[in-house]
C-alpha cells in the first residue's frame, strides 16, 4: 500500500476536494507527498495555489480522480476510483458535454431530466435496441425494458421496473417510454390492440393524477404498479393498474405557482364546445378549487386539445361518451362544490344564502335536491346509544366539511376511472408472465413535511432496503460464480428505521391508537411518540424549538415532520349525511355508482391502495372487506401499510430493475447541473450506496484475454505464455505486490477499486517511455536529415557558382572568338565582290562571243534536220498506200472462203443436230481442240508481250533523243535573243546611268527635306500613337472585363440551368422512387390485411362457429372471380358470432371490412357479367359475320392444304428421280439435250402442265359442288320440313334466296379468279425454277468437265485422293441444300397444320351445332361426299403442355407445393416451373378455354402465396420462387404479342406467342406477388445478416492489435476478440457468397441480383451506423481505421462479383463517412470546415452525436471540445435535413423489374422424371 500511495500522490497527480458550491473541486498536486506529511500542497484549476491540511485523527488522504479516459464512462463501476465526487464528476461530463441523459450505475440505470425534448425515443431507436444485449448499447430507459423482456422471457421469470425519484425528475416519463416499448416490440396477441390501450391509458392517468407544481409541469400526484401481462407466445395480452396515496388535498388547495390536476382545467378551456354547454363551466379563474395557485396555464400545453386527447383515449378503452359525459358532469360539479359560499350565522353556526348560485348548478349536476345539501353542509348529525342529534358546524369546520366532500367524490371518481381501465386492459387469454412497471415517488425533504411526506419517506424506506438486498444478493453471486473467496460486505440496513416507522408501538401505531381516542389531537400524539422513542431510539429525534415537530433519520436524511394535521389526514373523515344525498341522486346513475360501496363508515379514503380497480394480483388480496365495520374504518396509513407490503410482496417475487431518475436544478433549464441538487438525490435514491457496496468489494472486473490485450505492454516476451490465465497471475504478482488487491476467479480477474487506475498509470508511464524513444529517434533522424540537406544545399551554391563563372569566360572567349570571325567574313566579302565584278565583265564577253558561233552552227543544223524529215514523210506514205492495197485484197479473199465453209458447216449441224452421238463426238473432239487453241493463245500472248516490249523500248528512246533535241534547240534560240537583247541594254543603261546620276542628286536634296519633315512628323505621330495606344489599353480593359463578365454570366446560367434540370430530374426520380414505394408499402400493407383477413377465416372455421365451403380458399386472391356470393355471406355471419365476444371497436371494423369486401365482391361480380355478356354478343355477331364471308373460304383453304401435299410429294419424287439419273448417268453428257436428265426433266415438265389443267378441273367441280352443298345448308335453315337439294336456281321460290344464291355465285367466281391467278403464280415459279435448276446442272457438268481434265494430268495418287476430296466436296453441298430444302418444307408444313387445326377446329364447331340443330340422319346420307386424301403427320412439338381439368390440383402441388428448390437449381434449367406453367397456359390459350387459364393462374398464385407463407423464412424457397416468378411474368411478357416485347424474340418465338388473351391484368397481379416474394427475400435476408453485421463489422478486430480494450463496468460489453461462434466480418463476406450463388443458381435476374445486392448493403450500412451511434465504446480513432478496412473488403467483394454499378457503394457513403469522421483532426476551424464539406451523406445530427461519443482509447487521444460541437452546429443550422438520428433499417428500396427475354425455346424444353409431371403431354 505504501508503494501504491507513493506511486500515486505524486507531482502533478489530481484529487478531489471538498468544496462549498461545488460540493467536489478538482485539484492539482504540486509537491510528492510523503509518509508521515501533515498537508498537501495542492493547485487548483484556476491555478490558486491551495495548501489542504490533513484530519491529524484519520489521515485520510483526498480522494484520487480517475484518468481522462476512465471519465464519461457508460457504467459509473467502470470507474477504477468509486466514490462520490468520481460519480457526479461522470454525470456531469456526460450530461453537460455529452449531452447524454442516461448512465448505468451498476444495475442501476440514472436517468437525468434534460428539460428539453430529445429525439432518441422513435420507434427506430427501439428497433434499434430490440433484441440487443444490455451492455451493448448506451444507456437507455430502452435497454433497461429490453433486459426485462428478455429475461422473463429466457428465465420464465416475472419483471419488475422500479422508477423513482424526486417530483420533476421524470419518473412518469420513463415509465411511459417503457411502456411503449413492451407495446412496440411484443405486439399483442389478439385483434383488440391490447398495446394500444395500455399506452392510452397514460393520458387519463396524467389528466386525473398528474397536476403543475412548483419543481414539475406534469407531475404525478399518485404512485402507480402497472402490471403488463404477456401470453406464453410474449405478446401483450392485457394489463392491471394499482394506486398509492393520492393526493387528494390537492382538489382543494394548490400552494402559489401550483395547480389542481390538469383535468379541471381542460374541462374549463373547452367549456365552449357544445356538448359542455349544459355543465355551466368557464374560465379557470372563476373557481375556488382552479384559481389559488395563480397559475392556470401552462407554456406551450394546450388544455383544449388534450381533453380531446383525454377523450380520444376513453374511447378507445371502452368508456363511451355517455359514460364520459357523466365523468365531467361530476367534474363540473366540485367545481361548482367549492365556489359554494358558506357564511356565519353565528359563532357556533354558518349558513348558505338561499338560491346559491353554484350550490344550484351542484345540485342540478348531481341529480339531488338543494335544500338536503344546504342543510347538511351546515350541520351534521350525532348518534349516541340512545338518541340522534344534529348539531350545527361553524364556517370553518363548514368549509372544511365541504371540501372533505369534494376530495372524496374526486377520490370514488379516481377509484372508478382505474377500474373501468383495468376492465378494458383484461383479457380471457391465460396469462403466462408480467412486466411490473412502478412508478412511484421518490424521497421527498421539505421545509414543512407532513402526513404525505411521511408516508412518501416510509415506503422509499422500504423499496431501498429491498434494493441494497438485492444488490447484495447480486454482488454474492457474482463472487460465488467466480469461485473467489469473499467476505460479508457490510451495508447499510434501514430495518431499524422500518420499525420505527411500521412496529408495534411504531409511529403509525400511535397514530392510529391516537386516532381511536375521543379526544386525540396531533399535541398528544407528539407527546406519545418523545416518550416512546425518544430515549430508546437512535434514529428518532425531538426538534429543540418544537413540542409539536419529530426528526426521523432516514437512508438519505434527516427530516422534520411536522404534527399538525396527521390525525385529520389518517381518519379522512367525510359527513356521513352527504354520502346519504348523494346515493339518493334518482337522475345520475354514475354517481350512485360512485358511492354503492359505500357503508356506514365515517371514513372512507380514497381508494385502498393496492386495491382499486385491481382484478387479478400475484398476491392475495383482502377478504374481509366487505363485511367488518372495523375494517371500513381502518386509516389511511394502516391502508398504506397493507398495499405497500402488499407490494413489496410482489416486487420481491419478481426480478427488478431499477431506473432512478435525477432532477438537475430547481429551475427547469435544459441542460443546466446543479451539484448539490444531484449529490443530493444521488444519496437519497440509493446510487451512492450501490457505489460503496461495489467499492467494498471488487468493484473492476476484467476477462483474462481482456487483461492480456490491455496490459501486454507491461509484460516482458519472457513473461508471454501460451496460457493466458498464468501469463496474467505471473505479471500481476510482480506489478501488485498486495495480494487482497485482486483476486483470480474462473473467467474474469477481480480488482479492488483504484487498482486500474494504478496499472492504467503503469501502463501510460510504460508507453509515455515508449513514446519518448521514439521521438528521441525521431528527433535524431530529423537533425541528421536537416544537416544533410543543409550540406547538399552548400555542395549545390558552390556547384553552380562555379559554374556561373566558368559560364562567364566562356562567355567572354565565344565573343572575341565571334569579333575575329566577323572581321574575316567582312574582308571575305569585300573581296569576293570585287571579284564577282570581275568575273562579270569577263562573262559576259565570253557569252556574246559563244553566243555568236553557236548560232552559226545551229543554221547548218538545221537546214540538214529539215531535209531529213521530208525525205521520211515521203517514203513512208509510199509504203503505206500499198501495205492498205494488199491488206484489202486479203480479208476480202478470206472473208468469201469462210463464208461458204460456214455455211457447208451449217448444213451439216443442221443435219446432226438431232443427234446424240454426234453430240458426243462434238464434245470428244472440242477437249484437245480447247487445248491446242489455248496452246496457241499462249504462245500468241507470249510473242505480243515480247513486240509489244520492243514497241515500247524503241518509243521510249525515240522520245529522249527527240525531246534533248528540243530542248537544246530551244536554249541555243534563247541565248541568240538575250544576246540581242544585252546588246540594246548596254546602250539603254548608259543613257539611264546619267539619267540617275542627276535625280539621284535631286533626290537627296528632297531625302534632306523629307528626312526633316518625317523627324518632326515622326515624332508627332509617336505621341499621337502613345495616345492612342493609352486609350486602347483602356478599352481593352473594359472589353476583357466585359468579357469576363459576360463569360461568368454565361457560366454561372449555364451551371444553373444545370444544376436546376438536375435538380428537377432527381426531384423527378425521387418522386417516381417515393411513388413505386408507396405503391410497394400499400401492396405489404394489403398483404398483410390480406393474411390477417385469412387468419381470421380460419379462426372462424374452427369448431364451434359456422363454416364457410370447404372447396372456398382461404388464401384465394382478390382475382379470383369465380368465388360463390354465399360464402362471404357465411363467412360475414361467422364473424358476427365470433366478434361477440370480441371488443365493440374490433367487431365494427370486421364488419365494416366485411361489408367492403361484399360490395367489392358483388361490383367485381356484376364487372364479370357485363364483361362476359360484351364477350357473348361479340362472339356470336363475329360468327355471323364469319359463316356469311368465310363460308366457302374455309373448304378452300382445306382443299388447297391436301392439294399442295400430294403436289408436294410428286415433286419429291420427282427430284429423286431425277437425282438418281443424273447420279447414274455420265459426268461428260450429263447435260446434253437428249440425255436422259434432260429427258426427265421435259417429263416432269409436261406432267406438271397436264397435273395443272387436272387439278383446274378438279377445283372447278368442287367449286360448284360447295356453292351447291351451301345453298341446301341456307335452305335447310329457312325451312321447317325436309327437302331435296335443288340443283337448278330457277327452282328458288323468293328474290331474296335469288339474291343470296347471286352472292354465293359471286363469291365462287371470285375465289375462282384468285384461286386461277395463285396456279399460274406458281407454275410461273416452278418453271423458273427448274429453268435455273437446269442451269446449275449445266453449270455442274462443266465444273466436273474442268475438274477431271485437271485431275488427267495429276499422278495416280493425287489424282485418286482428289477425286475424293472432290466427292466429298460434293456430297458435303448436296447434303447442305437437302438440308435446307428440308427445313423449308418442315417450316411450311408446320405452318399449314397450325391453319388446318384452326380451321378444323372452328369448321367442326360450326358443322357440330349445325348437325345438331337442323340436320337429321336421312339427310346426311343423302348427301354427296367426295372422298379425300389424308396425308400422315409428321410429329412437332409446338412449346405447349396438356393437361386435364382433374390434374391442375396435383400439377399445383407436384409443381409448386412439394417441390424442392435444391434439386431444381442443381440438375434442371433455372426457371424450368415457370416454363412449364406458362406451356400450359399456352395450351389453354391454343384451346380458347378463358376458365382454364383463369384456374391456372390464379391456382398457381395462390400456390405460391401458400408455400411462401408456410417456408417464407427459408432463403432458398424465397429465392427460387422469386426468380421463376420474375421468369414467369417474363414469359407472359415476351409472348403477348406486344410489339415492345417482340423485338428480341426469333421467328420460331414469335409463333409461340397468345392468340386469344390478353394476360396484362394477371401481370399486374403476378408483378404484385413478385414484390411481395422480393420483400420477403429481404426479410430472410435480414434476419440472417441482422446477428451479423454489429460483430463483423464493429466488434470483431479484423485487424488485430489496432484497437485498445478499456476497462468496463458491470455491464460487461461483447469482447471483440473472436471466440468460437462469434461472427466476423469473413462470417458477412461468406454470408453474402451464399445469397449471391444461390440467386445465380435458381436464374435471377442479373438486374434483379444487384437490387438485391444494393438492398443488403443498405442494411449492413445503417445497422452498422446505428449501432455506432448508440454505442460510446465504439467511437474512437481505432475503430474507424476497422470500419474502413471492412468497408474496403465489401467494396472488393463487390468488384470480385462485378457489381461495382449496382450502388451499393453507395449506400455505404455515410458509414464511410462517420469513420472518417473519427480519424480526422477536430480542433480547428479548418478542421471544422473540411468535416462540414466531407460528411455530406451524415445528417447535422449524426454529426453532432458522433462527435459527442468520440472517445479516446488511449491517453494520447484528446477528447472533442465543446466548442468545436458548437462550431460544427453554427456551420451545418442551414442544412435542410430530416432531424432523425437513426437511419431506418425498415426502409426497402422501391423494387423493378426490366424486362429479361429468354432464347430458350418453348420446344426444346424436356420435362425429368423427378418432377412427377407425367400426366403432361407435349403438344
Not at 430502452?142 to 422508477?163: G, L, P
Request: aromatic content about 8%.
Amino acid at each position: 500500500m505504501n508503494r501504491e500511495l507513493a506511486y500515486m500522490f505524486v507531482d502533478c497527480a489530481r484529487v478531489w476536494i471538498p468544496d462549498v458550491e461545488d460540493v467536489w473541486k478538482s485539484a492539482e498536486l504540486s509537491k510528492d507527498y510523503k509518509n508521515g506529511d501533515a498537508s498537501l500542497q495542492l493547485m487548483l484549476e484556476d491555478g490558486t495555489n491551495l495548501e489542504h491540511k490533513l484530519d491529524p485523527k484519520t489521515k485520510n488522504l483526498p480522494y484520487l480522480r480517475n484518468p481522462d479516459i476512465l471519465v464519461g464512462e457508460n457504467d459509473l463501476t467502470a470507474l477504477s476510483y468509486l466514490h462520490e465526487p468520481a460519480v457526479l464528476h461522470n454525470l456531469k461530463v456526460r450530461f453537460i458535454d455529452s449531452k447524454l441523459i442516461y448512465t448505468y450505475c451498476g444495475i442501476v440505470l440514472v436517468a437525468i431530466n434534460p428539460y428539453e425534448t430529445l429525439p432518441i425515443y422513435g420507434t427506430d431507436i427501439i428497433n434499434a435496441y430490440s433484441g440487443q444485449n444490455m451492455g451493448d448499447m448506451d444507456p437507455h430507459i430502452f435497454a433497461v425494458a429490453e433486459e426485462a423482456y428478455k429475461q422473463m422471457a429466457r428465465d420464465e421469470r416475472n419483471q419488475s421496473i422500479i422508477v423513482s425519484g424526486e417530483s420533476g425528475a421524470g419518473k412518469t416519463v420513463s415509465a411511459k417510454y417503457a411502456m411503449r416499448y413492451f407495446a412496440t416490440v411484443s405486439g399483442s396477441a389478439s385483434e383488440a390492440n391490447v398495446e394500444e390501450k395500455v399506452l392510452a391509458s397514460n393520458p387519463i392517468m396524467e389528466a386525473i393524477g398528474n397536476a403543475k407544481t412548483t419543481r414539475n409541469d406534469n407531475s404525478s400526484r399518485f404512485g402507480k404498479y402497472i402490471e403488463i401481462g404477456f401470453d406464453n407466445r410474449y405478446r401483450i395480452i392485457g394489463a392491471n393498474m394499482r394506486t398509492y396515496l393520492l393526493e387528494k388535498s390537492r382538489v382543494v388547495f394548490q400552494a402559489d405557482e401550483e395547480r389542481n390536476y390538469h383535468i379541471f382545467y381542460q374541462l374549463c378551456a373547452s367549456s365552449h364546445l357544445p356538448e359542455f354547454k349544459n355543465l355551466k363551466l368557464s374560465n379557470a379563474n372563476d373557481f375556488l378549487y382552479t384559481r389559488q395557485g395563480c397559475s392556470p396555464v401552462i407554456d406551450g400545453v394546450d388544455d383544449s386539445k388534450e381533453l380531446g386527447t383525454t377523450r380520444h383515449a376513453f374511447s378507445l378503452l371502452g368508456i363511451n361518451e355517455s359514460y364520459q359525459m357523466g365523468l365531467f358532469q361530476v367534474l363540473a360539479a366540485i367545481l361548482h362544490l367549492g365556489n359554494v359560499q358558506i357564511k356565519d350565522k353565528d359563532s357556533d353556526s354558518s349558513i348558505i344564502p338561499t338560491n346559491n348560485h353554484h350550490l344550484t348548478k351542484f345540485c342540478e349536476l348531481v341529480g339531488v335536491t338543494y335544500e338536503d345539501m344546504a342543510q347538511w353542509l351546515c350541520h351534521r348529525k350525532l348518534k349516541t346509544a340512545s338518541e340522534t342529534y344534529i348539531k350545527t358546524l361553524p364556517r370553518l369546520q363548514a368549509t372544511n366539511a365541504r371540501d372533505a366532500l369534494s376530495k372524496h367524490i374526486y377520490a370514488k371518481l379516481f377509484n372508478w376511472i382505474v377500474e373501468h381501465v383495468n376492465k378494458a386492459l383484461i383479457t380471457n387469454i391465460k396469462q403466462h408472465s408480467f412486466i411490473g412497471v412502478l412508478d412511484i415517488y421518490g424521497f421527498e425533504t421539505f421545509e414543512i413535511n407532513s402526513f404525505e411526506q411521511f408516508c412518501i419517506n416510509y415506503a422509499n424506506e422500504k423499496l431501498q432496503q429491498q434494493f441494497n438486498m438485492h444488490v447484495f444478493k447480486l454482488e454474492q453471486e457474482e463472487y460465488m460464480k467466480e469461485q473467489i473467496p469473499w467476505t460479508l460486505i457490510d451495508f447499510y440496513d434501514n430495518q431499524p428505521c422500518i420499525n420505527l416507522i411500521e412496529a408495534k408501538m411504531g409511529v403509525l401505531d400511535l397514530l392510529d391508537e391516537e386516532c381511536r381516542m375521543p379526544k386525540g389531537s396531533d399535541d398528544s400524539w407528539a407527546q406519545k411518540l418523545y416518550n416512546t422513542h425518544l430515549k430508546t431510539c437512535s434514529l428518532f429525534e425531538k426538534p429543540r424549538m418544537s413540542n409539536r415537530a419529530f426528526i426521523i433519520q432516514h437512508f438519505a436524511d434527516k427530516v422534520e415532520y411536522q404534527c399538525d394535521g396527521f390525525l385529520e389526514k389518517n381518519k379522512d373523515t367525510v359527513n356521513e349525511e352527504q354520502i346519504k344525498v348523494l346515493k339518493a341522486s334518482k337522475k345520475f346513475d354514475l354517481l350512485v355508482e360512485l358511492f354503492q360501496d359505500e357503508g356506514k363508515a365515517t371514513t372512507p379514503t380514497g381508494q385502498p391502495p393496492g386495491m382499486g380497480g385491481r382484478t387479478r394480483l400475484s398476491v392475495k388480496p383482502d377478504k374481509s372487506r366487505d363485511t367488518s365495520s372495523k375494517e371500513h374504518k381502518k386509516t389511511v396509513g394502516c391502508q398504506f401499510r397493507n398495499s405497500l407490503q402488499m407490494l413489496m410482496e410482489t416486487l420481491n417475487a419478481t426480478t427488478p430493475h431499477y431506473v432512478r431518475c435525477i432532477k438537475p436544478n430547481d429551475f427547469k433549464q435544459a441542460f443546466s447541473f446543479d451539484p448539490k441538487r444531484a449529490v443530493q438525490q444521488l444519496r437519497a435514491c440509493g446510487v451512492l450506496e450501490t457505489i460503496r457496496i461495489s467499492a467494498a468489494g471488487f468493484p473492476s472486473r476484467w476477462t483474462y484475454q481482456e487483461f492480456f490485450s490491455r496490459y501486454r505492454v507491461l509484460m516482458k516476451q519472457k513473461d508471454v505464455l501460451s496460457d493466458k490465465k498464468l501469463t496474467c497471475r505471473n505479471v500481476l504478482e510482480k506489478l501488485v505486490e498486495d495480494q487482497d488487491k485482486y483476486q483470480f476467479g474462473k473467467t474474469k480477474i477481480f480488482f479492488r477499486a483504484g487498482q486500474v487506475a494504478y496499472l492504467e498509470k503503469l501502463r501510460a508511464d510504460k508507453l509515455r517511455a515508449a513514446c519518448i524513444r521514439i521521438q528521441k529517434t525521431i528527433r535524431c533522424w530529423l537533425a541528421r536529415k536537416k544537416y544533410l540537406r543543409k550540406r547538399d544545399a552548400a555542395i549545390t551554391i558552390q556547384r553552380f557558382t562555379r559554374g556561373y563563372q566558368a559560364r562567364c569566360l566562356a562567355k567572354f572567349m565565344r565573343r572575341t572568338q565571334a569579333a575575329t570571325i566577323i572581321q574575316k567574313y567582312q574582308k571575305m566579302y569585300v573581296a569576293r565582290k570585287r571579284y564577282r565584278q570581275k568575273q562579270a565583265a569577263a562573262l559576259a564577253i565570253q557569252t556574246i562571243l559563244r553566243s555568236y558561233m553557236a548560232r552559226q552552227k545551229y543554221q547548218a543544223l538545221l537546214r540538214e534536220h529539215k531535209a531529213v524529215i521530208i525525205q521520211k514523210h515521203a517514203r513512208g506514205w509510199l509504203a503505206r498506200c500499198w501495205y492498205k492495197r494488199c491488206l484489202s485484197s486479203i480479208v476480202y479473199l478470206q472473208c468469201c472462203t469462210r463464208r461458204m465453209i460456214a455455211r457447208r458447216e451449217l448444213k451439216k449441224l443442221k443435219i446432226e443436230a438431232r443427234s446424240v452421238e454426234h453430240f458426243k463426238k462434238l464434245n470428244k473432239g472440242m477437249e484437245n481442240k480447247i487445248m491446242q487453241l489455248q496452246r496457241k493463245i499462249d504462245e500468241q500472248t507470249k510473242e505480243n508481250k515480247s513486240v509489244n516490249e520492243k514497241l515500247t523500248g524503241l518509243e521510249n528512246t525515240y522520245t529522249t533523243e527527240s525531246e534533248r533535241l528540243r530542248g537544246e534547240l530551244g536554249r541555243l534560240r534563247g541565248v541568240e535573243e538575250e544576246a540581242k537583247s544585252k546588246g540594246n541594254q548596254v546602250k539603254c543603261l548608259l543613257e539611264e546611268l546619267e539619267k540617275l546620276k542627276k535625280e539621284l542628286r535631286t533626290t537627296k536634296q528632297e531625302k534632306k527635306t523629307i528626312e526633316d519633315w518625317s523627324q518632326s512628323y515622326k515624332g508627332e505621330m509617336e505621341k499621337l500613337v502613345s495616345e492612342l495606344k493609352d486609350q486602347n489599353g483602356l478599352l481593352k480593359t473594359e472589353k476583357d472585363d466585359l468579357n469576363r463578365l459576360i463569360q461568368e454570366q454565361n457560366q454561372q446560367m449555364t451551371e444553373k440551368m444545370a444544376r436546376a434540370i438536375a435538380a428537377e430530374t432527381q426531384q423527378l426520380e425521387t418522386d417516381l422512387n417515393e411513388e413505386r414505394s408507396r405503391y410497394q408499402n400499400l401492396l405489404t400493407e394489403h398483404l398483410r390485411l390480406e393474411e390477417k383477413f385469412d387468419d381470421l377465416k380460419e379462426h372462424i372455421s374452427k369448431p364451434g362457429h359456422r363454416r364457410t365451403d370447404s372447396t372456398h380458399s382461404s388464401n384465394e386472391s382478390e382475382y379470383t372471380f369465380n368465388s360463390e356470393f354465399a360464402e362471404s355471406e357465411d363467412a360475414s355471419h361467422a364473424a358476427e358470432d365470433l366478434t361477440r365476444g370480441m371488443d365493440t371497436s374490433l367487431t365494427l371494423k370486421l364488419q365494416k371490412r366485411l361489408k367492403e369486401l361484399e360490395q367489392e365482391k358483388q361490383s367485381l361480380r356484376n364487372e364479370l357479367e357485363n364483361k362476359e355478356e360484351q364477350f357473348q354478343r361479340a362472339r356470336a355477331r363475329d360468327e355471323s359475320e364469319f359463316k356469311k364471308a368465310r363460308g366457302a373460304e374455309l373448304e378452300y383453304e382445306s382443299l388447297k392444304r391436301q392439294e399442295l401435299e400430294s403436289e408436294n410429294k410428286k415433286l419429291k419424287h420427282n427430284l429423286a428421280d431425277m437425282r438418281k439419273s443424273l447420279l447414274g448417268s455420265a459426268a461428260s453428257s450429263a447435260g446434253a439435250p437428249g440425255s436422259p436428265a434432260y429427258k426427265v426433266l421435259l417429263d416432269q415438265l409436261n406432267s406438271s402442265c397436264e397435273e395443272l389443267e387436272v387439278r383446274k378441273e378438279e377445283v372447278l367441280i368442287l367449286r360448284s359442288q360447295l356453292v351447291s352443298q351451301k345453298e341446301a345448308m341456307q335452305h335447310k335453315e329457312t325451312m321447317t320440313e325436309v327437302a331435296v337439294h335443288v340443283e337448278d336456281v330457277s327452282k328458288l321460290k323468293d328474290a331474296d334466296e335469288l339474291k343470296q344464291a347471286y352472292i354465293g355465285l359471286k363469291d365462287t367466281n371470285r375465289l375462282l379468279e384468285h384461286q386461277l391467278q395463285t396456279q399460274r403464280r406458281s407454275y410461273d415459279s416452278e418453271v423458273e425454277s427448274l429453268r435455273g435448276e437446269l442451269q446449275n446442272v449445266k453449270e455442274e457438268n462443266n465444273r466436273q468437265q474442268q475438274l477431271l481434265a485437271q485431275n488427267l494430268q495429276l499422278p495416280p495418287e493425287a489424282r485418286i485422293e482428289a477425286s475424293l476430296q472432290h466427292e466429298i466436296t460434293r456430297l458435303t453441298n448436296e447434303n447442305l441444300d437437302l438440308m435446307e430444302q428440308l427445313e423449308k418444307q418442315d417450316r411450311t408444313i408446320r405452318k399449314l397444320k397450325k391453319q388446318l387445326k384452326v380451321y378444323s377446329k372452328r369448321i367442326g364447331e360450326m358443322g357440330a351445332g349445325q348437325a345438331e340443330g337442323q340436320t337429321s340422319p336421312g339427310q346426311m346420307v343423302d348427301e354427296p361426299i367426295r372422298p379425300v386424301n389424308i396425308p400422315r403427320r409428321e410429329k412437332d412439338f409446338q412449346g405447349m403442355l396438356e393437361y386435364k381439368k382433374e390434374d391442375e390440383m396435383k400439377l399445383v402441388k407436384n409443381l409448386i407445393l412439394e417441390l424442392k428448390p435444391r434439386g431444381v437449381a442443381v440438375n434442371l434449367i433455372p426457371g424450368l416451373p415457370a416454363y412449364i406453367l406458362f406451356m400450359c397456359v399456352r395450351h389453354a390459350d391454343y384451346l380458347n378455354d378463358d376458365q382454364k387459364v383463369r384456374t391456372l393462374l390464379t391456382s398457381t398464385i395462390n400456390s405460391i402465396k401458400k408455400i411462401l407463407k408456410k417456408r417464407g423464412d427459408d432463403f432458398e424457397t424465397v429465392s427460387f420462387w422469386l426468380a421463376n416468378t420474375c421468369r414467369f411474368l417474363h414469359c407472359l411478357k415476351q409472348y403477348s404479342g406486344d410489339d415492345v416485347f417482340m423485338k428480341h424474340n426469333t421467328s420460331r418465338q414469335n409463333e409461340h406467342c397468345l392468340s386469344n388473351f390478353d394476360l396484362t391484368e394477371y401481370r399486374s397481379v403476378i408483378s404484385d406477388l413478385a414484390i411481395q416474394i422480393y420483400q420477403q427475400l429481404i426479410k430472410c435476408m435480414e434476419n440472417t445478416l441482422q446477428p451479423m453485421i454489429v460483430s463483423g463489422m464493429l466488434e470483431h478486430e479484423t485487424i488485430q492489435g489496432v484497437s485498445g480494450v478499456k476497462p468496463t463496468g458491470l455491464r460487461k460489453r461483447t469482447s471483440s476478440i473472436a471466440d468460437e461462434g462469434t461472427y466476423t466480418l469473413d462470417s458477412i463476406l461468406r454470408q453474402l457468397n451464399a445469397f449471391h450463388s444461390t440467386m445465380c443458381q435458381h436464374g435471377t435476374d442479373p438486374e434483379l441480383i444487384k437490387q438485391v445486392v444494393k438492398q443488403q448493403f443498405y442494411v449492413i450500412g445503417a445497422v452498422t451506423l446505428n449501432n455506432l451511434l448508440l454505442r460510446k465504446d465504439m467511437c474512437s480513432w481505432s475503430k474507424g481505421m476497422q470500419i474502413r478496412y471492412n468497408v474496403s473488403q465489401l467494396e472488393e467483394w463487390l468488384r470480385d462479383k462485378n457489381l461495382m454499378n449496382c450502388g451499393a457503394k453507395e449506400t455505404l457513403e455515410p458509414l464511410i463517412q462517420a469513420a472518417q469522421l473519427l480519424q480526422v483532426k477536430k480542433k480547428t476551424d479548418e478542421d471544422a470546415k473540411a468535416i462540414c464539406s466531407m460528411c455530406l451523406a451524415l445528417t447535422t445530427a449524426q454529426i453532432v452525436k458522433v462527435l459527442n461519443l468520440y472517445t479516446p482509447v488511449n491517453e494520447f487521444e484528446e477528447r472533442v471540445s465543446v466548442s468545436f460541437i458548437r462550431n460544427i452546429q453554427t456551420r451545418l443550422r442551414d442544412r435542410c435535413e430530416s432531424p432523425q438520428l437513426l437511419m431506418d433499417t425498415k426502409m426497402i428500396y422501391p423494387i423493378t423489374f426490366p424486362f429479361n427475354p429468354s432464347s430458350l425455346a418453348l420446344e426444346s424444353i424436356q420435362i425429368p422424371s423427378s418432377l412427377n409431371l407425367s400426366f403432361l403431354t407435349r403438344v
